[in-house]
């Protein structure tokens, strides 16, 4: 994971953007995500490798899920446009396991514990 603060923050603006099936430029992404971070009182990244990290980071959550890499990339007149790959809405969007539905069960229950 990228080293830096606020990555979930970013990883869900992301998202969000790639889940419109648009392609964005890196410049593109990086200027919509500061913008949110800056509606949310939050530092903009400075960085072009940041969000080059944190789209690395998605790729190997998608990895894990899925068993292919999800964001994709395609190199026309000189710059590099990224996209969910065909079939992906959301790196958010997958059906909850029968074990992962049992930990949010025993994680309730002891929420429950405390006033």
Do not use: W
């Not at 923050?9 to 790639?18: G, P, S, T, V």
């Not at 998605?58 to 446009?81: A, C, P, T, W």
């Amino acid at each position: 994971m990228a080293n830096t603060k606020d990555y979930a923050m970013r990883e869900m603006i992301l998202d969000q953007c790639l889940s419109t099936g648009k392609e964005y430029t890196r410049e593109q992404l990086q200027e919509i995500v500061n913008k949110r971070l800056a509606e949310r009182d939050m530092m903009p990244i400075r960085s072009r490798s940041t969000i080059l990290q944190d789209i690395q980071e998605m790729n190997e959550k998608f990895y894990q899920l899925y068993g292919s890499y999800g964001i994709v990339y395609e190199d026309r007149h000189r710059k590099r446009y990224y996209h969910y790959r065909e079939g992906i809405v959301s790196i958010y969007n997958r059906e909850l396991s029968s074990e992962d539905i049992e930990k949010l069960q025993e994680v309730r229950s002891l929420l429950q514990g405390y006033s």
